[in-house]
Each structure stands twice: as C-alpha cells, then as structure tokens.
C-alpha cells in the first residue's frame, strides 16, 4: 500500500459556514463527489442543492509540484426545494448523484439529480463578448429605428474569463419514489435512473418519456419485501446494467433479452452464515453501493461492515471480502438506535482496479490492495492534516491494553463519518467527503 501525503489543503468552506466555523449548516454537507473522465474537474454536489465544481492547476515550469491542486472552477445552484401539492410532499433539494458525461467539446455537461428530477447541465467558458450591434446600443436596449444610419459589423471583444453553467434538459415526473441512483451508458446516448422500486432508461433528447426497464413493485404493497438500492451500467457493453436490493442480493440484467428485466440473467447472492444470524443481520446485508470494475469483469458492493469483490462469472459467492470495521459489530444495538445502521457508504475502484477505498466512522476511510492484500485506515482531519504532510495509518483496538497511536472503539465519533469518496480514473489523487469538508490527498511522490 502506498501512503497518501495530503496534497491540497483545500477545505471547501461555503458562505453559510464562514459565519460559524464550529458548526455547519445542514445544507454545507457534501452529499456525492465525482471526477470527470479525465480528472480534470471534481464535481461536489450538497445538501442545499448547489453543485460546485473545482478545476485541476496546469502544471507551470515555475512551479511544478503545484500541479494537481485544485481549485474552484464554477459553482452554482442546480437544484431548488419544490413542493408535491398532490401528495403533501416536500421534495428535498439534495443533490443525490452526480454523473459526468465524456468531453465531446469544448463544454462539459454533467447529469444531477434530487430525489425526484434528473438534469443535464452544460458548463462552458466564455473569454469574447459580442460588441457594435445595430439594432442594440451598448447596454443592451432597443435603438430608435430612426436613428440607424450606418451598418455596423459587430466585432468580439476579450473580456474576464467566465464560467457558465446552464441547464440543457430537465428529466421530470418519471419517479413515484426517491431516485437513490444515475448511470450513463457505455453508447452516451442514454442514462438510467434507478428508484426504491423502479429502473427508467431514457434518451438524452428526449426528456417526456422513458421506459420502464425494471419494476420490483408487488400488486400488494404489503407484500414488498425489498428496494432497489443501487443500479449502474456495465462500462462496455450498452446492453447490460446491474441492481442490488437491500436483501443483500445482486441481479445482473441484459436489455436485449425483453424490454422489461424482470427475470435477471444472472443472481449474486452470498449464503447466510445460520451461525452469525441476529435481529441486525438483514440491516447490515443491505447493499448501499455497487459499482463495476473500470475493465467489467468485477463486481464490487458494499454493505454496513464489508465490501465484497464478485467476479462475473461466479454468482455463489464474492472472490474477495474486505472487512471495513468489524469492530462494531459488538456495538450494532446503540448504532440501530442512532440510527447509524441505515447510514449508506459508498465505495470506489482505483484507476487499475487494483485497490478500493471506501468510509467509515469518526472520519476514517479505508483502502484495500487487492494484489498485496494489505489495508490501511487514514483520517481526514483539519487538526492532523497539514499541507503535504504524510497521513499516518489509524488503528482502532478493541478492549484490552490501548497502545499509545489507537484509538478505543469505545471513543469513535458517529457523528464524522465519510459516505462519499471519489478516484482519479488515471493517478493516485482521491476526494473525501468529510460533513461539510472536502479533502483531496495525493499519492506521496519522492
């Protein structure tokens, strides 16, 4: 495992959060974090519906090792809080998942999504602005027609580089429940979106309709006996997309075998222990993320206390359990009356698929080397992080004698805890969501 030095110490700190430094606001917390294809930009969308966008330093003869700071890029307010009138229903502005689409242009275009609509946004850069109209004076108002004597050739002026994020579409009323997911196919011309009990595919162009792919829900709703917890696309083949349930179980579908995928191809599914069995154990088999390998020969889940490597072509059984913190498996009483034990962490590939990261309490985060079979437990803290310093490892014991660096399970803090991390697709460089923080570490370079 290499170590990870911190890189940029890049607290994102929002307006509301200048005021009190002590506490956040609620709409500050980070709640999906995403790079772009090339790892140029880093998207972060929050609580209070607001996506802001940082851009990665060039690199300058001057100053070389400032390359890959990054720093704010563009920011603006891509969801509002709107209100269901039919059914008495306050829909939240959260910003649930952010999904890049690959540069085509000169512009970048992102898809955002709350719990109800999904929109497609365009960010570009103007540096020219459009001077001598005829019809226009200079700032913008009508002429006199009658005063219009001479053709004027309007020229493009330079003017202070401006960034400028507009919506190209808006994909509405196809949800009855929260969409917890969004996954851009492998043809760029369609995405998906997934909900408690339902799948949509839709069309980039086409914003009134989508079809239904997917659709869990009983004719007695009574009868319902799990969600759709998470859904992506394969990341080659436009045909196939994965789901998994909050029972634990993934289903692997193929488009071309019927419109509606209700029969699975294939059903991932990991046989219970009758030994480890308890009130918790359906809780903690929930899948709170699932995401495919970069080369789609791998699965990889997460769960309340572990992450799961499955191979496509073995649905028995995951080729690889990493435990994230076993040590609370004593403490899942007080965690369920917290309401801790619902907390949804997410998890990320490396560029090689050759390491995972995923979160935990107390600002920990966690990586497993696949190949080394090693792990190790960071921290992402303003008080331990200074800039370019290297992270040290964190262990937490469990009962006994407490050496001098551990820390006892007994003092974690459930209220810092890191749901949301991103990758580089190609370096060592990865964003964690802590709260209303964002940190952003670099591998250590000699």
Known sequence: MKCFSRYLPYIFRPPSAILSSSCHAEADIISTVEFNHTGELLATGDKG????????????????????????????????????????????????????LPQQNAAYFLLSTNDKTVKLWKVSERDKRPEGYNLKDDDGRLRDPSMITMLRVPVLRPMDLMVEATPRRVFANAHTYHINSISVNSDYETYMSADDLRINLWNFEITNQSFNIVDIKPANMEELTEVITAAEFHPHHCNTFVYSSSKGTIRLCDMRTSALCDRHAKFFEEPEDPSNRSFFSEIISSISDVKFSHSGRYIMTR???????????????????????????????SLYENDCIFDKFECVWNGSDSVIMTGSYNNFFRMFDR???????????????????????????????????????????????????????SENIIAVAATNNLYIFQDKVN
């Open 303 to 333: 769960d309340y206390l572990t992450v799961k490597v499955w191979d496509l072509n073995m649905e028995n059984r995951p080729i690889e359990t990493y435990q994230v913190h076993d040590y609370l498996r004593s403490k899942l009483c």
């Open 371 to 425: 190949n080394t079979k090693r792990d190790v437990t960071l921290e992402a803290s303003r008080e331990n992080s200074k800039p370019r310093a290297i992270l040290k490892p964190r262990k937490v014991c469990v009962g006994g004698k407490r050496r001098k660096d551990e820390i006892s399970v007994d003092s974690l803090d459930f209220s810092k805890k890191i749901l949301h991390t991103a990758w580089h697709p």
């Open 49 to 100: 519906g607001r996506v802001v966008i940082f851009q990665r330093e060039q690199e300058s003869k001057n100053q070389p090792h400032r390359r890959g700071e990054y720093n704010v890029y563009s920011t603006f307010q891509s969801h509002e809080p709107e209100f269901d009138y039919l059914k008495s229903l306050e829909i939240e502005e959260k910003i649930n998942k952010i999904r890049w």
